[in-house]
């Protein structure tokens, strides 16, 4: 594919890196900045930037384009393209709110063959493969429930940043890597029915918040128990699923979240202590190609793996919900 990088920093460098190792071209390049387009551009022969990504996203040698900007242009730029009839990887949240998101919906299921898949990159990490396989495989058993703990400890001028500001992010450490559980959550104990939590600020001096507490009842019965925070000061990612007949423990995700590894406890019918196998995973992270190949996929009119705009908007109902909860509570104080 010929492929268009909007929104040029950290993220759309690395998936502009990751396309072009597979073998798709990046053929233009566009960013609010535009010697942050350029400079991305320089990098792959023949590509050109430009500061408007309108322009950008109805070239006619463009097939699809990665919105990779901050919350607040996520919606509006994948829209756009969708309406160009691109197809479409936006990076999560994908939008501010769900609210944001639904239009955008609608207009892909009006535009035939265009596929438009959400960045939650997390599903791709090979621990994570690796425990959805084995529950398809029946390996636990019948799911119970999942817990999971997600965070960071952010750094000096954090509360000063775009994700601080609730216009520009849409919300604070919920909105941010929240989602990330959230969608984990679903894509292994499938639909919420309801949704309880709160989110406080502790640490940061901000007007979003830097801790979110959830806990999901899906349509099966199942729960999710989970927690995102941005003052967890030893960068921890840690994801346990738990069937009747065993357990599934994913810990880091590489880098600074340490060493990525799956433990497998199973339990025997006499109960007592589990035997346990134990798969690591060092070296770079995969999750990008592995997402993109599965990306290139869909588009191509196969059935691939990814989260798709319906999953999103999943995920931002949740956090909707939470919020809205909060907010009497947040009120209070304030009062």
Request: glycine share 12%.
């Amino acid at each position: 594919m010929r492929v268009a990088i909007v929104g040029c920093g950290l993220i759309g460098g690395k998936r502009a890196k990751s396309l072009a190792a597979l073998g798709h071209s990046v053929v233009a390049t566009a960013d609010a900045v535009p010697e942050r387009a350029a400079a991305l551009a320089k990098v792959y022969t023949g590509c050109v930037s430009s500061g408007d990504w309108r322009g950008v996203v109805s070239r006619a040698d463009v097939d699809a384009v990665v919105v990779a900007t901050i919350n607040d242009s996520l919606a509006p730029i994948t829209l756009g393209a969708v309406k160009a009839g691109k197809h479409v990887l936006v990076e999560k949240p994908a939008a501010r709110s769900a609210d944001e998101l639904r239009p955008i919906v609608a207009a892909a299921a009006q535009s035939a063959g265009v596929t438009v898949r959400v960045g939650f990159n997390h599903r791709f990490h090979p621990a994570l493969l690796k425990a959805r396989e084995l529950v398809d495989a029946g390996a636990v058993g019948p799911m119970m429930f999942v817990r999971g703990r997600y965070g960071h400890g952010g750094r000096v001028g954090y509360d000063r940043e775009w994700r601080a500001n609730p216009a520009l992010a849409g919300g604070g450490e919920l909105l941010d890597q929240g989602v990330h559980l959230i969608d984990l959550t679903r894509w292994f104990l499938g639909d919420v029915a309801r949704v309880s939590g709160v989110t406080t600020t502790s640490f940061w001096d901000m007007p979003v918040e830097d801790n979110g507490f959830v806990c999901t009842q899906h349509t099966n019965g199942c729960v999710g128990w989970l927690h995102a925070s941005c003052s967890e000061w030893k960068n921890l990612f840690s994801l346990e699923i738990y069937g009747r007949t065993g357990k599934l423990q994913i810990d880091g995700l590489g880098g600074s979240y340490g060493l990525e590894r799956l433990a497998y406890y199973r339990m025997s019918p006499q109960m007592g202590p589990p035997e346990t196998t134990i798969w690591e995973y060092p070296g770079e992270d995969g999750s990008w190609n592995a997402e993109f190949r599965a990306f290139e996929a869909a588009a191509s009119g196969e059935r691939a793996l990814g989260a798709t705009l319906e999953d999103a908007v999943a995920a931002l109902d949740v956090v909707a919900q939470v919020y809205a909860q909060s907010a009497p509570r947040a009120a209070s104080r304030a009062a």
